[in-house]
């Protein structure tokens, strides 16, 4: 069985911008909580929200969201 682990740096790149979740929500079209759920890990953005995101900061998805799980060798 395949342990897996997402994380993000969304906190770290909200802070870096100087934006609120408030504010962060507004831009990419989700609510506040979202925003803070998301920041905890306790949900997982779609592919489309996550692109949003990168594009807003101008950066890769893979420098905010990254996925940790075991390598399957077969």
Known sequence: MEVATMRNELKVF????SL????LADKIGVSR????AI?????LPSLGLA???AR??????EDIFSYEGE???N
């Open 39 to 43: 920041e905890s890990n306790k949900y």
């Open 33 to 36: 909580q979202t925003v803070n």
């Open 71 to 73: 390598e399957n060798e």
């Open 14 to 17: 909200r802070a870096r911008h």
């Open 20 to 23: 609120t979740q408030e504010q």
């Open 51 to 53: 692109f949003k995101i």
């Open 56 to 61: 807003l900061f101008k950066v890769n998805i």
